[in-house]
């Protein structure tokens, strides 16, 4: 701490040099006039000048304390007022105003009549004050603060607006997007977005009246629902592009992991793990942007109140006049409310899910076949070696097809030909399938358990309880022996105890040692040879009942396979140049004639490999029954194909199409335009009632 000397003992000259030299901001507020002092300070002289000496006289405590005050640098009390110096009260006046910035400062309050009758006391304080300020921490100076450089909005304010404004523009296309997009690919049209979405006009309303804090968690909350509903419009087109119909979000989610296995067989599992990865940081994505472009929006219209106001206002009244006289863009209605339509669909689809759970539940829990004795089931195919063979894929569009019937009609052709020289005749018709383009397991469980089970959901049912199976039906009579043949299964398959097989070969059991061929495991003649091998061949006490399920025309058709003479197929090891020479999954999927093509010539090589079969192991007791599970997927079926697939019955002995008859199936394996085409899940009861007993023999079983 600096020491100072009081201003009273510096020539005048030297007081006003000191305060000229101070800054102006460091200037002390100035003493009051001697003149404008109070009554009370009068009062205070006056009394002062009779208690002390004569002038020019002080006592030793006063030269003791005012030594000392001036040593310390402190401010010291005031000097006691003399006679002569009260009596000159122009003089004390300029005494009083000789103060340094220091003094006024610290300056002590005003002498009152006590402190001077003790000059002594108030000595004593004045020390002790001198010691604490002397101690006392100095105040440090201000630090000034450079001014910050200059950002990148300052620099370049055009493009920094130029910048903002782009991303409110993509901010609001985003959201329009989220809103008008459709879950149709056929509606995936440009006028779909140039509509006037009810619920932005809605939302812009809702997010104006409310207060910021509460604006904001709501616009995060609108941006994240608009994205999920984005989201299942996207699984709505692929389920549609794939299975023929849209996304249920009960139960369909686990279909989401037979895609990614799909696609594992299709491309490799490390172009699987890229889609996979890709599809899961795009949702992230979605869900982030989305709720960030609402906020953006909001605070502008915030910011911007009366004129978002205005807008809001305007496109309403738009979208009541565009709804009211049914303006259109291209089939589209300008005034759009799908997001709110869709919203609903989803609300009734869940409801009515729920609904149907329960509704199946009891529909499975009733069979009329349920108590019928195994020995009075299947009479009429008693002896016979039964094989049920669902070929993948094999839909009415292979053979109607202009692109693809060709090739297949006429390996249709050539094999009906081909069997009837070994001795057989063949029927056909038509089902019509529970599913489209995939979940094959549907189709298959229709046409064996005589119920509609067209989603994940009536399967979990229908397999947990103890509905008849024609497969079972075989077994209950215990007249045949049950096998499966499964080479699409590679892994515990526990719904082989519903389907009452005795015995179930999978892909880990048909000793392949050969390449897989994209999504199948074999080859169709690989299995087939198995079969062949493993069961059929082999001597039995009993008939042999047999389902068997062809995967070589399963998706993605390359690279497929060739038919090879029988005693070449061995262990499948000889399949390793054929699947190299192969064409690959993403060379067939550039263009849809290519796709389309190669899907006609898997289906030739499923039917070649089963007729060929059929020609060379067959015998008089030998029944076929086989079928397409679905039609494939719209890619290669078209927009809005049926869900029809072919199904032949072929015998040897002329007893087993003879009780058909009253089926008016077509003669061949190919139906006719003409043929009869029925529900799938009707086929069990007409084939129980075709081949069980004939309670009347005067009516033909297909009429029972």
Do not use: C
């Not at 010539?601 to 008089?620: A, D, H, M, T």
Request: proline fraction near 7%; glycine fraction near 8%.
């Amino acid at each position: 701490m600096s020491h100072t000397t009081s201003s009273r003992h510096l020539p005048q000259e030297e007081r006003n040099t000191a305060a000229e030299d101070l800054p102006p901001d460091d200037l002390p507020e100035p003493a009051p006039d001697a003149g404008e002092a109070t009554a009370d300070g009068a009062e205070t002289t006056a009394d002062a000048a009779e208690t002390t000496p004569e002038a020019g006289e002080a006592t030793p405590e006063q030269d003791a304390a005012a030594g000392e005050g001036t040593e310390s640098g402190a401010v010291t009390a005031p000097e006691v007022v003399t006679e002569s110096e009260a009596a000159t009260a122009p003089e004390a006046a300029t005494a009083r105003e000789a103060v340094t910035e220091t003094e006024v400062a610290t300056a002590p309050e005003v002498v009152t009549e006590s402190e001077v009758a003790t000059a002594p006391e108030a000595a004593t304080e004045t020390e002790a004050a001198t010691d604490t300020n002397s101690t006392a921490p100095t105040a440090p100076a201000p630090v000034p603060v450079p001014d910050p450089a200059p950002g990148w909005r300052d620099r370049h304010p055009v493009a920094a607006r130029a910048l903002a404004w782009t991303i409110t523009v993509l901010a609001g296309a985003l959201v329009l997007v989220t809103l008008l997009l459709p879950n149709d690919p056929a509606r995936l049209t440009p006028a779909e977005f140039i509509r006037i979405p009810v619920e932005a006009i809605a939302g812009a309303a809702l997010l104006l009246v409310l207060p910021q804090r509460v604006r904001r968690v709501a616009a995060v909350l609108a941006g994240v629902i608009l994205a999920l509903l984005a989201v299942l419009d996207i699984l709505d087109i692929g389920f549609i592009e794939v299975l023929g119909r849209g996304f249920n979000v009960i139960f369909d989610w686990g279909l989401l992991g037979d895609g990614a296995s799909f696609l594992q067989d299709s491309i490799g599992p490390a172009g699987a793990l890229g889609v996979e990865i890709a599809a899961v940081v795009l949702v992230l994505a979605l869900l982030v942007l989305t709720a960030l472009a609402v906020v953006r929006l909001s605070n502008l219209m915030a910011r911007h109140r009366v004129a978002a106001a205005g807008t809001t206002l305007a496109l309403g009244t738009a979208w009541v006049l565009s709804a009211a006289l049914g303006l259109q863009i291209a089939g589209a209605p300008v005034a759009s409310r799908s997001t709110s339509d869709l919203v609903q669909a989803r609300m009734d689809a869940v409801s009515a899910t729920l609904k149907d759970e329960r509704e199946f539940a009891k529909q499975a829990a009733t069979d009329p076949y349920h108590s019928t004795p195994g020995s009075q089931l299947l009479t009429g195919l008693r002896g016979k070696d039964v094989i049920f063979t669902f070929i993948e894929s094999y839909g009415r569009s292979a053979v109607q097809d202009p692109l693809m019937a060709p090739g297949v009609d006429a390996v249709l052709a050539k094999g009906t030909e081909r069997l009837r020289a070994a001795g057989y005749s063949a029927r056909s018709g038509w089902l019509t399938s529970a599913t489209y383009g995939g979940g094959s397991w549907l189709g298959h469980s229709t046409f064996l358990s005589g119920l509609w089970i067209d989603n994940q959901q009536r399967y979990r049912t229908v397999t947990a309880g103890d509905h008849l199976t024609l497969t079972k039906a075989f077994r209950r009579t215990g007249a045949w022996r049950t096998v499966g043949i499964m080479p699409g299964v590679t892994k515990d398959w526990p719904e082989a105890s519903f389907y009452g097989l005795d015995h179930v070969y999978d892909s880990r059991e048909l000793g392949y040692k050969g390449p897989k061929f994209s999504w199948s495991t074999m080859p169709d003649q690989y299995a087939l040879s198995a079969f062949q091998r493993l069961e059929h061949g082999r001597p039995h006490d009993k008939p042999l009942m047999s389902e068997i399920i062809l995967t070589s025309s399963h998706n993605p058709w390359a690279p497929l396979p060739t038919t090879l003479p029988w005693n070449k197929v061995g262990d499948g090891s000889v399949y390793d140049s054929v699947e190299k020479a192969g064409k690959k999954p993403v060379d067939v999927w550039q263009q849809t004639d290519r796709v389309r093509t190669e899907y006609g010539k898997s289906i030739q090589y499923s039917l070649n490999s089963l007729i060929s079969y059929v020609e060379k192991y067959g015998n008089k007791n030998t029944v076929l029954v086989f079928l397409g599970d679905h039609q494939p997927v719209a890619k290669v079926s078209g927009d809005h194909a049926s869900r029809d697939v072919p199904v032949a019955v072929v015998a040897h002995d002329p007893d087993v199409l003879k009780r058909i008859s009253g089926w008016h199936w077509t003669p061949g394996l190919n139906p006719g335009h003409q043929a009869p085409v029925w529900r799938m899940d009707t086929f069990r009861d007409r084939f129980l009632r075709a081949y069980g007993p004939h309670p009347d023999s005067t009516t033909p079983p297909a009429a029972r």
